[in-house]
């Protein structure tokens, strides 16, 4: 009788620990998911710029001032533009 | 001598003062017990609450607006965080006391203010200001990049902390705003998609409570109190490179003319979307300073106009419609027509004139003879069934309805001047709106700002299929070498459309200011896109639609049919003429 209830107290406490370590092992992990929920949040707001950067690279007002300036280019006239006919191009 | 002996000690106590004692003390101790109960078990909300409060807390879950794209993705809105510099003053005595390093801005140092200032690009004494002496709470400076918001709170200065905050961005600028508007500071939409379409695009904040441990790290989440809700994107109809196109033509004639302003819509005429809409002036959404005054007007949708000779169209398609005329019934177009005081007379006179030379040649007097063979009540009512009159409702702000009054208040010089658009209102986008009628085949669709995937099969039918197409030969006409505006003509396409040019009402009266117009669409054996081109107040020595507008009209048009890989329904001119001046180039 007194070998069984020592070893019931025993399972007991035993059951006692592994809680307290599985709470903490939890809150743990989730300190870690929190960070990562976090760090999650950061590269949205970096990618959010990023694609407002590209946005604003690749504007098209911007492309054509830069064509135009550093590149010297420019639309050609109307009377440059040669309209091919697929059926002459084919010949 | 003996210290054993204590008198004290040997007079006896009597026994019940001992025993009293004992119960003195269990009383006590029984108090302490049923206390502890009470507390543990029956009235422990207090000291639970308590706890609660030191160890739990209830953090926003941020949420982001929507983004605005364009038909191919490309993004023309979009949030993104930035923070908030805040200075606090230390919060409360109590607090204070609580940990003594907790101290406010109040205390930062000349040089902590002077590193301060430095980061944000500020005057140290404007900062000094704007922190709170005493308790409370100052913004420093309000959207400031995540980058120097690090190295700010790298500094740890005492009561210096960044609240997020968000910032749009609009990397069109001027090119596309007046479609898609702006927001206020509180990321709530002011004006144009951001206005009209504020309620999709707004996210909700959530919010959850949590468990902190000493270092305030996040150790349990105990229960979401409402979930996070972002908003959603909004997919427009725009196509960001014909919007460059349309905004940079339109700024070039609105600068040659020396005109005041000038609007252009481009319209599919096969789904009724708005593939473009400019104005100028316009305004850059990503400077706040300048958000403010005439170009902000969206004037496509708010500004009316008297249209002038574009509304000619639907006088003749109402004639043929009735059977009562066809494109070769004759119309004595010459002199002047006279209502009691008033004549309307031709810029250029004409003598006998077909109905599809009426158009084509722009005859008031035609017009006004032909309208005059039907009741105001049946111009009214064609006119309604398109649109003038009444707002198109997209839901932009500020739309305007034009002015059509009812058909009972027409006098007969009044129905004359109606049928070559004068006594009459409508704005640019019901204009270009009505003009789908023509482009299809006699229906009119609803617009649509955002992108159609399934086109509408049948709209209202407004004109039988037959009138619309006798309508586009006249347009076609119109807009070929023996029209008013053979400048609207783009090579290896056939166009079609109408020029308008109108007098500006000024205080009742008639001056002489000008409005040109151009609505027209291409390519005529299967239309594809409605173009229309208002320029108000063209003073650069000429100011009718044909010279002013429809140049633009063509240009426009040129650069969308090529850009969209339409084949060419009008062959070999143009072909010819590229190779010799090509030879001509060579044998230089």
Redesign the interface.
């Known amino acids: 009788m007194l070998r069984l209830h020592f070893a019931l107290i025993l399972l007991v406490l035993a059951s006692a620990i592994a809680l307290v370590s599985s709470q903490h092992r939890s809150r743990t992990l989730h300190t870690q998911l929190e960070r990562e929920h976090e760090r999650m949040r950061v590269l949205e707001v970096e990618w959010g710029q990023l694609q407002i950067e590209q946005g604003s690279l690749a504007a098209h007002a911007r492309i054509a001032d830069l064509a135009e300036s550093k590149l010297k280019m420019h639309a050609p006239e109307r009377n440059h533009v040669m309209v091919v006919d697929t059926a002459e191009g084919e010949q | 001598m003996k210290f054993a002996h204590n008198p004290l000690l040997a007079e006896l106590l009597p026994a019940w003062r001992a025993r009293a004692m004992l119960i003195v003390m269990m009383v006590l101790f029984g108090g302490l017990v049923a206390r502890a109960f009470w507390l543990q078990a029956v009235d422990n909300e207090f000291y639970q609450r308590k706890g609660e409060e030191r160890f739990s807390k209830v953090l926003p879950t941020?949420a982001?607006r929507g983004r605005v794209l364009d038909r191919n993705e490309?993004?023309l809105a979009?949030?993104?965080?930035v923070s908030a510099i805040v200075a606090e003053a230390r919060p409360t005595r109590a607090d204070a006391k609580a940990n003594p390093r907790d101290i406010g801005a109040e205390k930062l140092t000349p040089s902590q203010i002077r590193q301060l200032a430095d980061l944000l690009g500020m005057d140290h004494r404007e900062i000094e200001r704007k922190i709170p002496d005493q308790r409370g709470r100052g913004y420093l400076k309000h959207q400031v990049t995540?980058e120097v918001a690090q190295q700010i709170m790298a500094l740890k200065l005492p009561g210096i902390r960044t609240e997020p905050e968000y910032r749009r961005?609009y990397?069109?600028?001027?090119?596309s705003a007046h479609v898609v508007g702006f927001t206020g500071s509180d990321d709530n939409g002011l004006e144009g998609i951001e206005l009209a379409m504020n309620r999709p695009l707004t996210g909700q904040q959530g919010s959850r409570r949590v468990i902190t441990?000493a270092r305030r790290?996040?150790?349990?989440?105990v229960e979401t109190l409402q979930p996070p809700r972002d908003g959603g994107d909004v997919r427009l109809a725009i196509d960001?490179?014909l919007q460059?196109l349309v905004h940079?033509r339109l700024k070039q004639a609105v600068t040659e003319h020396k005109a005041r302003a000038g609007s252009a819509v481009v319209l599919d005429a096969r789904t009724g979307e708005v593939l473009a809409l400019a104005n100028w002036p316009t305004y850059n959404p990503n400077n706040r300073a300048q958000l403010s005054g005439a170009p902000l007007r969206n004037r496509a949708f708010t500004d009316t106009y008297e249209p002038g000779s574009t509304i000619k169209p639907f006088v003749a398609a109402m004639a043929l419609d009735a059977g009562r005329f066809t494109s070769d019934s004759l119309v004595d177009c010459a002199g002047k027509l006279h209502f009691g005081k008033y004549s309307i007379g031709d810029a250029h006179s004409h003598g006998t004139l077909s109905l599809a030379e009426v158009i084509q040649k722009s005859s008031n007097i035609g017009i006004a003879k032909v309208a005059a063979q039907f009741t105001p009540s049946e111009m009214w009512h064609i006119y309604d069934q398109v649109g003038f009159g009444s707002p198109i409702k997209l839901g932009f702000p500020g739309e305007a309805g034009g002015r059509l009054r009812p058909a009972a208040s027409w006098k007969p010089v009044e129905q004359a001047t109606m049928a070559y658009g004068h006594g009459m209102s409508v704005t640019l986008m019901q204009m270009a709106h009505a003009y789908t009628v023509f482009a299809r085949d006699g229906d009119l669709i609803p617009l649509s700002l955002t992108r159609v995937d399934t086109p509408p099969l049948n709209g209202l039918q407004v004109f039988s299929a037959q009138t619309a197409r006798e309508v586009r030969h006249m347009l076609e006409l119109a807009a070929g070498p023996g029209g008013t505006a053979p400048q609207a003509q783009v090579?290896?396409y056939r166009v079609a459309g109408k020029t308008g040019t109108a007098h500006k009402l000024e205080g009742g009266a008639y001056a002489n200011k000008y409005i040109a117009s151009f609505v027209g669409f291409a390519p005529v054996s299967d239309p594809r896109y409605i173009v229309a081109v208002m320029i108000d107040e063209p003073s650069n020595g000429v100011h009718y639609g044909g010279q002013v507008a429809a140049p633009v009209f063509s240009d426009i048009m040129?650069s969308m049919l090529r850009a969209s890989g339409i084949a060419?329904d009008m062959?070999?001119p143009?072909?010819q003429?590229?190779?010799n001046?090509?030879i001509v180039k060579e044998g230089m």
């Open positions: 941020p982001s490309q993004v979009m949030s993104t965080q995540p961005y990397p069109h600028g001027e090119v441990d790290n996040v150790v349990e989440d960001t490179r460059f940079s090579p290896g040129n060419p062959p070999v143009p072909l003429m590229a190779r001046t090509a």
